[in-house]
């Protein structure tokens, strides 16, 4: 029987919540921080002393010295941009060597993967997903098809069966007449990334982590995107290819459900999404775009415009039953700070009909809002929840209400000291 537990912090809405910044406040209370899902698909800010990182495939617990990171199973790498996102921290000082371990279970990402991936996203026309463009849909199929390459394997003979794999890509590729491509640099970096990651500890990570929980050590798990971009939870087909929930935990690191402890739900006081696909609360005016300019909601990946929105409920609860949410965490209120009204979305509508459950197709649904008298201060120099103003208290305390789970931190700026701790 474990002792020690795996809390999960997920991202419960599309992503870009603000999982980076939390993982770092949270990681002097853990032993170990794990990704279990996504790759270089997301981009985790952190920023603290003034300095500013943005982490793709490495966990956002590696800025305290004395933790252990580990990138899980379930992740897909990319071993030319691990290699410069690893560099740029190490030229930032920090030694990752001994304190990053890669799952021999990853999925590697080729170069291939990435041009399959424009491919297919090319020859989606309009209904192109809008994916980051980084292979991940092409790597995690392959792991699918039982046709990949995994890290584990760049211990052995690795060449010929990379030169395989590429070489069926490249047949898909003609395939699909899709030509206009030069991977010589590409490869050139990935197989530099390769011999790279060789220097690595590269490690069976399930039995670690596992070794770690009998130990009872306390372990983080660190989402990647968000619930509603889950392959199987998400609003399909304009998703991720990963298992972004709770469940994901368990098979993207090897623990097991009895070890999971809390499950942190983490989500900003407003919405957002980047790519294509249903988003509801989507705002298309003036209001959308001073929150994209207030909140700086440009993709931290691809730099493209994040869409914004105002909160949705109707997404948040069915997010927080299918990762079973016991605490939320709020950030980005101070970005609403001067807004006369908020809004909140509390069901959607369409064709006379009404819903407070996330519908199967949430295309054509319109939000039925409840509004609230803003509160009009500036959040960011708080720095105790006595302070608060009573209309952002009256804002968490309907959001608490109505999704029946406590709002347990509140962030009100991007650095590590703006986090509130709420007394329950
Ligand atoms: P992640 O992918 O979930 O880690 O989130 P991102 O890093 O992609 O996006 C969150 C953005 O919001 C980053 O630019 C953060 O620096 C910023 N941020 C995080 N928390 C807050 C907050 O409470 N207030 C403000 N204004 N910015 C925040
Ligand atoms: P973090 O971890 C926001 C979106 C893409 C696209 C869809 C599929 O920073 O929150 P993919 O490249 O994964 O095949 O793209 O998912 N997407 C994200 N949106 N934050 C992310 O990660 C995302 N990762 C993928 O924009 O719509
Ligand atoms: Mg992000």
């Given at each position: 029987?474990?002792?020690?537990?795996?809390?999960?912090?997920?991202?419960?809405?599309?992503?870009?919540?603000?999982?980076?910044?939390?993982?770092?406040?949270?990681?002097?209370?853990?032993?170990?921080?794990?990704?279990?899902?996504?790759?270089?698909?997301?981009?985790?800010?952190?920023?603290?002393?003034g300095?500013?990182?943005?982490?793709?495939?490495?966990?956002?617990?590696?800025?305290?010295?004395g933790?252990?990171?580990?990138i899980?199973?379930?992740?897909?790498i990319?071993p030319?941009?691990f290699?410069?996102e690893?560099?740029?921290?190490?030229?930032?000082?920090?030694?990752l060597?001994?304190?990053?371990?890669?799952?021999?279970?990853?999925?590697?990402?080729?170069?291939?993967?990435?041009?399959?991936d424009?491919?297919?996203?090319?020859?989606?026309?309009?209904?192109?997903?809008?994916?980051?463009?980084?292979?991940?849909?092409?790597?995690?199929?392959?792991?699918?098809?039982?046709?990949?390459?995994?890290?584990?394997?760049?211990?052995?003979?690795?060449?010929?069966?990379?030169?395989?794999?590429?070489a069926?890509?490249?047949?898909i590729?003609?395939?699909?007449?899709?030509?206009?491509?030069?991977i010589?640099?590409?490869?050139?970096?990935?197989?530099?990334?390769?011999e790279?990651?060789?220097?690595?500890?590269?490690?069976?990570?399930?039995?670690?982590?596992?070794?770690?929980?009998a130990?009872?050590k306390?372990?983080?798990?660190?989402?990647?995107?968000?619930?509603?971009?889950?392959?199987?939870?998400?609003?399909?087909?304009?998703?991720?290819?990963?298992?972004?929930?709770?469940?994901?935990?368990?098979?993207?690191?090897?623990?097991?459900?009895t070890?999971?402890?809390?499950?942190?739900?983490?989500?900003?006081?407003?919405?957002?999404?980047?790519?294509?696909?249903?988003?509801?609360?989507?705002?298309?005016?003036?209001?959308?775009?001073?929150?994209?300019?207030?909140?700086?909601?440009?993709?931290?990946?691809?730099?493209?415009?994040?869409?914004?929105?105002?909160?949705?409920?109707?997404?948040?609860?069915?997010?927080?039953a299918?990762?079973?949410?016991?605490?939320?965490?709020?950030?980005?209120?101070?970005v609403?700070?001067?807004?006369?009204?908020?809004?909140?979305?509390?069901?959607?509508?369409?064709?006379?009909?009404?819903?407070?459950?996330?519908?199967?197709?949430t295309?054509?649904?319109?939000?039925?809002?409840?509004?609230?008298?803003?509160?009009?201060?500036?959040?960011?120099?708080?720095?105790s929840?006595?302070?608060?103003?009573?209309?952002?208290?009256?804002?968490?305390?309907f959001?608490?209400?109505?999704?029946?789970?406590?709002?347990?931190?509140?962030?009100?700026?991007?650095?590590?000291?703006?986090?509130?701790?709420?007394?329950?």
């Amino acid at each position: 029987m474990a002792k020690g537990k795996v809390d999960a912090l997920l991202g419960i809405v599309f992503g870009d919540e603000g999982k980076g910044k939390v993982v770092d406040v949270f990681t002097p209370k853990y032993d170990i921080v794990a990704r279990f899902a996504g790759g270089p698909n997301a981009g985790h800010t952190i920023i603290f002393d003034g300095k500013k990182f943005v982490l793709r495939s490495i966990p956002s617990g590696i800025f305290d010295e004395g933790k252990l990171n580990i990138i899980g199973n379930g992740c897909v790498i990319a071993p030319d941009l691990f290699m410069a996102e690893a560099q740029e921290l190490e030229a930032a000082g920090y030694d990752l060597h001994s304190r990053l371990h890669i799952s021999r279970r990853a999925h590697l990402i080729l170069p291939t993967h990435r041009v399959l991936d424009r491919a297919y996203e090319a020859a989606k026309g309009a209904a192109r997903v809008g994916t980051t463009g980084k292979g991940i849909g092409p790597a995690y199929s392959e792991k699918a098809s039982r046709t990949g390459l995994r890290v584990g394997d760049i211990e052995n003979d690795f060449l010929p069966k990379y030169e395989a794999l590429k070489a069926r890509h490249l047949q898909i590729l003609r395939d699909l007449s899709y030509t206009d491509f030069d991977i010589t640099e590409d490869e050139k970096l990935w197989l530099q990334g390769v011999e790279y990651m060789r220097q690595f500890t590269l490690a069976d990570t399930e039995i670690e982590l596992n070794s770690a929980l009998a130990q009872g050590k306390h372990i983080l798990a660190e989402g990647a995107q968000g619930t509603l971009l889950d392959i199987d939870h998400g609003t399909y087909p304009f998703v991720s290819s990963s298992s972004t929930v709770c469940g994901g935990v368990c098979t993207g690191l090897g623990v097991p459900p009895t070890a999971i402890g809390e499950v942190f739900g983490i989500f900003k006081a407003y919405s957002t999404r980047v790519g294509s696909g249903p988003f509801p609360v989507e705002l298309f005016d003036e209001t959308g775009d001073r929150i994209r300019q207030i909140g700086h909601e440009y993709g931290a990946v691809t730099g493209r415009n994040r869409r914004c929105g105002w909160l949705d409920l109707v997404a948040l609860r069915y997010a927080i039953a299918i990762n079973g949410v016991t605490q939320l965490i709020m950030m980005k209120g101070d970005v609403l700070d001067d807004f006369p009204t908020v809004r909140v979305c509390v069901a959607y509508q369409k064709d006379g009909q009404v819903t407070t459950d996330m519908p199967y197709d949430t295309e054509g649904w319109a939000p039925v809002y409840r509004d609230f008298p803003g509160w009009q201060a500036d959040l960011t120099r708080l720095s105790s929840e006595k302070d608060f103003p009573e209309a952002f208290n009256r804002y968490i305390a309907f959001i608490e209400q109505e999704t029946h789970t406590p709002i347990t931190i509140v962030s009100v700026g991007p650095d590590r000291a703006q986090t509130i701790q709420r007394t329950r």
